[in-house]
């Protein structure tokens, strides 16, 4: 089962992780449980749908490379998981960050990700 947070590694350099994901994707494609599962699974662990499912785009690369998989590197992964915490218990957040380390993205991710898996967030904004 590729969806055991034990063993599940996501590979984080940019080739590896496009092959991991087309793996990932093809089965999930083909498996309407695996999708439950997967869906499930990103509920309680956003990194991984981060990281198998989010794109970033670069506007410094060569045309043809703008497009990227977005993969959480460490201090995302440690924003991340101090953003989720805060709104789970409502409680503010200060993420400390550099210009280059993609703070606003990933806030802007993570939103996306509640919209997409936990309609229930929109009772929050409205």
Partial sequence: NMLDIEYLKIP????SNLEFRGELHDWLAKDKGAQKEYIAFCKLYPHVWFSTSAWTFDPRAPVGERNKPFILRPKQEEALC??????????DVVVNKS????????????????????????????
């Fill in 12 to 15: 984080s350099d940019v080739l």
């Fill in 82 to 91: 101090k953003i989720k915490t805060g709104i789970e218990t409502s409680i």
């Fill in 99 to 126: 210009r280059e380390e993609g703070a606003t993205e990933l806030l802007m991710k993570y939103f996306s990700f509640l919209l997409l898996f936990h309609y229930i967030f929109l009772n929050l904004l409205f």
